[in-house]
């Protein structure tokens, strides 16, 4: 069983002011016992990353964070943070198991914070998330898609061909043992709804649970469909574009709607179409198969910004994302402008307007 938010606010104030073990408890906050067993190597990497947000630069960037609704994120754009933070150990991180990584530097961000602002600044039940953008190193084609790419860090873009509405997803809630009234709280990972199978306090051994709804914690949840964008040599006679799934949560929620091109870049998730969420057998022939969704930690959309169109896989030369306002013209566009006003002349307008029609 985990530590209730009340119990890790507890710990979280009485933290001490350098970077221990515990880290204001917020190792337990970030990494509950329910899901993970941290490792060593989380802590060394979670202290020195800590030490870099703590340094000039790592203040620069920490002092980008935003307050979303009472939920603190910080949009970090990748090539940024490689050239000021050095460690290789974070981005072999960052590439086996990107979901630890991204943990580890919420908790430093957090402890910097929290060692910064004063405590009545920073909701202390309150999580930072990292939106980890611009990183043409993991862009991959939907064609390429496959199961190694499961629980690794990927980016995709596309066009956005359906939005969900916007729902609450419950991702913790208390159950009462129908015996003993103790209550034990659990965490949903991914939204998969997992009650107590077994109440182990004080030797009670009673699988009868009452959920208390009034303490289910949810946060805003959406999902969107990606197609693939293909060039005119690309294009498959008779094939349907390829899609993606997405699950957007917070923040990210409600950033396109079908039409726009994003970025997404996420961890790539596998899950059983066969399930039977409400904790019977399946005995359908096909719940061995499972099918790939993204899991979102950013995504930008192409109104505030361009793209290369050749950045579709890291196998192509990929080369980082260059933000400009869809109205700025590049020197290619203006070139072209200056040759046809000097082919056309006073026959510009005309031409112009015959183009159109």
Request: proline residues 4%.
């Amino acid at each position: 069983m985990h530590r209730t938010a009340e119990e890790t606010e507890q710990r979280i104030r009485h933290g001490s002011g350098s970077f221990s073990m515990d880290s204001f408890g917020l190792m337990d906050y970030y990494f509950p016992q329910q899901l993970f067993t941290v490792e060593k190597t989380w802590l060394n990497l979670t202290s020195s990353l800590f030490s870099f947000f703590s340094s000039p630069q790592g203040q620069n960037i920490v002092s980008q964070v935003k307050n979303e609704y009472g939920n603190y994120v910080l949009p970090l754009d990748f090539q940024q943070l490689k050239h000021m933070y050095h460690v290789e150990e974070f981005y072999e991180m960052l590439t086996e198991k990107p979901k630890i990584a991204l943990l580890c530097m919420s908790v430093a961000v957090h402890k910097v914070l929290l060692s910064k602002w004063e405590s009545d600044k920073m909701e202390l039940s309150a999580k930072v998330d990292i939106r980890l953008h611009n990183c043409p190193e993991t862009m991959i084609a939907l064609k390429n898609l496959k199961a190694a790419y499961i629980d690794k860090l990927v980016s995709v873009r596309g066009t956005a061909v359906k939005a969900s509405t916007v729902r609450p997803l419950v991702v913790e809630m208390s159950f009462e043992c129908s015996k003993c009234k103790e209550s034990i709280s659990r965490i949903f990972p991914d939204g998969k709804f997992s009650p107590p199978s077994t109440c182990n306090l004080n030797g009670c051994k009673s699988k009868i649970f009452n959920p208390l709804r009034s303490t289910a914690q949810t946060i805003d949840f959406q999902k969107i469909r990606v197609q693939e964008l293909l060039k005119h040599e690309d294009h498959e006679e008779g094939r349907v574009p390829r899609t993606v799934e997405c699950e957007l949560t917070q923040d990210l929620v409600d950033s396109c709607i079908p039409g726009d091109v994003v970025t997404v870049t996420g961890i790539i998730k596998g899950i059983n179409n066969y399930m039977d969420i409400g904790g019977g057998k399946s005995k359908n022939k096909n719940q061995g198969f499972y099918y790939l969704y993204l899991e979102a930690v950013s995504i930008m959309n192409s109104k505030s910004q361009s793209i290369p169109d050749d950045s579709q896989d890291s196998n192509v030369k990929a080369r980082p994302t260059e933000l400009f306002d869809l109205f700025s013209f590049s020197s290619k566009d203006l070139e072209f402008v200056v040759k046809f006003a000097e082919e056309h002349g006073p026959d510009l307008f005309r031409q112009i307007l015959h183009s159109i029609c």
